[in-house]
């Protein structure tokens, strides 16, 4: 189902309901910096370009100050024979990100959604990961605090 135009306010407003926190589109454009946001009004604009377009898809990532934890960004290289030219995209790398995944599409499994790993899920994987600083940087209650913050919200205004 489509979210609201006041889902999408919600959520917004949500998410920059805390204090500083980094808010940034999970994937960059082809070839382009990724998009930052710095308050709800931004961010709720983009959501509705993303949930209007084609893909009918808007993915973020987010992450509190007092998560005590970092997104790294990290360069896609791009074979630019697939992609039309393009030869890099941003995408981020962290333990304890929270992941936004909003969606207008019609399949079943097409739901938004909010999520993060566990501390034990971060610590089983850790090691396909050795450049990213440990699991034990991030503090894991605040971490599971905001997502399920932020779930209650989705959950309240999905139709």
């Given at each position: ?19 500083a ?40 990532f ?38 936004v ?59």
């Amino acid at each position: 189902m489509p979210l609201s135009g006041q889902a999408i306010n919600a959520i917004a407003s949500a998410i920059f309901d805390r204090a500083a926190p980094f808010v940034v589109e999970a994937y960059s454009a082809y070839d382009q910096e990724p998009l930052v946001f710095d308050g709800a009004g931004l961010l709720a604009g983009y959501i509705r370009e993303c949930l209007a377009s084609k893909e009918a898809f808007a993915f973020l990532f987010v992450v509190y100050p007092d998560m005590a934890g970092c997104a790294i960004r990290e360069t896609i290289h791009l074979n630019p024979a697939k992609v039309d030219g393009h030869t890099f995209r941003y995408s981020w790398m962290g333990w304890g990100m929270i992941s936004v995944q909003l969606s207008n599409r019609a399949g079943p499994n097409e739901r938004s959604r909010i999520a993060s790993n566990s501390e034990k899920r971060a610590i089983a994987w850790a090691t396909t990961h050795p450049e990213l600083p440990a699991p034990a940087t991030w503090n894991w209650k605040a971490v599971a605090s905001h997502t399920r913050r932020l779930q209650r919200v989705l959950a309240k205004h999905s139709i």
